[in-house]
């Protein structure tokens, strides 16, 4: 049904992109479209490090939960004093 863009297709898709826009506006188009990519892949590369940095917290906080709950015994109450002993 559809074939691969050959060498005459390229031709013409850049005879009308110059009819359009003007020769003097296509590096400009090119370079904000590289920018534009640029900035997909870094954003897109975040993305997928969040993923991995959620994975690692998930498989943190699992390991925590599985941890055996101390004993009373074991548990240290806090002492309170009054750092000023004048005080009522």
């Given at each position: 049904?559809?074939?691969?863009?050959?060498?005459?297709?390229?031709?013409?898709?850049?005879?009308?992109?110059?009819?359009?826009?003007?020769?003097?506006?296509?590096?400009?188009?090119?370079?904000?479209?590289?920018?534009?990519?640029?900035?997909?892949?870094?954003?897109?590369?975040g993305l997928i490090d969040d993923d991995e940095d959620d994975k690692?917290?998930?498989?943190?906080?699992?390991?925590?939960?599985?941890?055996?709950?101390?004993?009373?015994?074991?548990?240290?109450?806090?002492?309170?004093?009054?750092?000023?002993?004048?005080?009522?």
């Amino acid at each position: 049904m559809f074939k691969q863009i050959g060498p005459m297709e390229i031709v013409l898709i850049l005879a009308v992109l110059v009819l359009l826009f003007g020769a003097k506006k296509l590096p400009e188009l090119a370079r904000g479209s590289g920018r534009a990519l640029r900035i997909f892949k870094s954003e897109t590369k975040g993305l997928i490090d969040d993923d991995e940095d959620d994975k690692t917290t998930a498989t943190t906080v699992k390991a925590v939960e599985e941890k055996p709950a101390t004993l009373p015994s074991d548990v240290v109450q806090p002492t309170t004093y009054d750092k000023h002993p004048d005080t009522p």
